[in-house]
């Protein structure tokens, strides 16, 4: 059993000295790691991020994270990185760890994600340079987390992001701003790779709980939608000690667990 | 010059709540009711609760705003989901 506390968009500025410092110091009580999915300041600057260092000074668990679009606001993304890694908080960007908890091996691969849209209502790499841009990194993203996750050998794999992969986690948030709130190239890089879990904030409005088309699990843990400090999720893992593996395009069976063998069935099926 | 229709009003506030520093929130909607510009949605502090009638004052002088936003509950998880 792997036990996942997860928040996103807690948008800390100068003004949010002590609003989670409490929360963060018993996070030990509920959870095994802690994750945070994105937009951890409220304009992207390194003080801001001090602020939140400073709240997560008590925290005891394994901690990571990934940006989201206001960390980057005042392009100080390296400094934001820098004190947040000081602060024992990896962030992750195309990357994946594995931590030990419990005598299970849990992964987690992070992104930040972009807009894009959602089958049948998505942008295309076409036209004026601007728009050929914002749908080559969305694409780029995407496929940065189809790497990372499939890096991962580890009981447990956890998809980090900010942007929503999926539709159902949007629901609540006006259609005509679906595009700026995720991409189906996300979930599809996810049920390509596989995955147990899918975290990602940045829908404010939007739904708590979705699937991806290939039956992955996605939370969206933005704060006002959770309405938590943090939220946690049970990975039961009971017996389960080996990888889902993806080998040029295909899943090997041996690799498989049943319940990784179902899941996998449904999506390369 | 004619009074800036009370949808554009509505557009120019919600992009200051997106963009103004002591906002910085997204996740604000602009709704117009009856001649009002309502403003709904979660921010994490009291300050940027009251920056929004601040901004509302400077975007959108002369037409009634009401804030509805409400803070962000940040207390500890009351249960756990089992999920995979």
């Not at chain 1, 992969?165 to 596989?194: K, M, N, Q, W």
């Not at chain 2, 800036?4 to 906002?23: K, N, P």
């Not at chain 2, 804030?67 to 962000?72: A, G």
């Amino acid at each position: 059993m792997i036990r996942v506390a997860a928040f996103g968009d807690c948008h800390v500025g100068a003004d949010s000295r002590g609003l989670l410092r409490g929360a963060m110091a018993r996070v030990h009580e509920h959870a095994d790691v802690l994750l945070i999915a994105g937009d951890l300041t409220k304009c992207g600057t390194a003080a801001e991020a001090e602020v939140l260092a400073a709240e997560l000074d008590a925290l005891s668990v394994p901690a990571f994270a990934v940006l989201g679009n206001h960390d980057h606001h005042a392009d100080e993304v390296e400094a934001v990185v820098s004190v947040m890694e000081s602060a024992g908080v990896r962030v992750l960007e195309g990357d994946a760890v594995t931590v030990d908890v419990r005598s299970r091996r849990v992964g987690v691969a992070g992104v930040k994600g972009f807009g894009g849209g959602f089958p049948g209502a998505s942008g295309s790499e076409f036209g004026e340079a601007e728009m050929k841009a914002f749908m080559r990194h969305s694409k780029v993203v995407a496929d940065r987390m189809h790497d990372a996750l499939t890096s991962l050998t580890c009981d447990a794999r956890i998809a980090l992001t900010h942007y929503s992969p999926v539709e159902d986690t949007l629901r609540g948030e006006r259609l005509e701003i679906y595009p700026f709130l995720g991409s189906y190239l996300l979930a599809e890089a996810i049920d390509r790779a596989g995955a147990d879990l899918a975290i990602h904030g940045h829908a404010h409005a939007g739904s708590p709980q979705g699937t991806t088309p290939g039956g992955v699990a996605v939370r969206n843990v933005a704060q006002p939608v959770i309405r938590h400090a943090y939220q946690v999720f049970v990975l039961d893992h009971s017996g389960d000690t080996t990888a889902v593996t993806e080998r040029a395009g295909g899943v090997h069976a041996d690799d498989l667990t049943a319940g990784h063998a179902r899941r996998a069935r449904g999506r390369f099926a | 010059m004619p009074p800036t229709s009370i949808d554009y009003l509505r557009a120019h506030l919600e992009e200051a709540l997106a963009t103004d520093g002591r906002v910085s929130e997204q996740g604000l909607h602009v709704d117009v009711a009856g001649g009002v510009l309502v403003v709904r949605g979660y921010v994490s502090t009291e300050q940027r609760r009251a920056a929004v009638d601040a901004i509302a004052g400077e975007v959108a002088s002369g037409v009634a705003v009401r804030n509805e936003v409400s803070l962000v509950p940040l207390d500890e998880p009351d249960g756990e989901e089992r999920v995979g």
